[in-house]
């Protein structure tokens, strides 16, 4: 019984509800107000008050600067992170699509855990 309902789960819809699942506990906003914070306060040594209210005009240039550096950082941090899955998948795909197809799933999940 649970054999059958293993055969029948196909890799897509599982990949789709883990991914949607991690990237809602994220907290993508949350997390990228405080790296703004952070680069702006600790990094740029700006005042904690201009820091607090970069979206209002007057701080349009340090908002600008901010950003730039914010952007930089994550996108090499993206870069990193998915590395080392781009690497496994390049070499495991074959091997699991050939012999071991339901612990291919299992050992996928489990390898996006160490990102």
């Known amino acids: 019984m649970i054999r059958q309902i293993l055969n029948r789960i196909t890799l897509e819809p599982l990949i789709f509800l883990f991914t949607f699942g991690s990237v809602i506990l994220d907290g993508a906003q949350i997390q990228t107000n405080l790296l703004l914070w952070k680069i702006c306060h600790l990094e740029l040594n700006y005042t904690e008050d201009i820091c607090s209210n970069l979206t209002l005009d007057e701080n349009n240039a340090t908002m600008i600067e901010v950003q730039e550096r914010a952007n930089s950082f994550l996108m090499i941090s993206e870069w990193l992170s998915s590395a080392p ?20 799933v299992i050992l996928l999940i489990d390898s996006m855990q160490l990102k």
């Open 85 to 104: 899955a781009f690497i496994w998948c390049l070499f495991s795909g074959k091997i699991i699509n050939n012999f071991v197809q339901n612990t291919g």
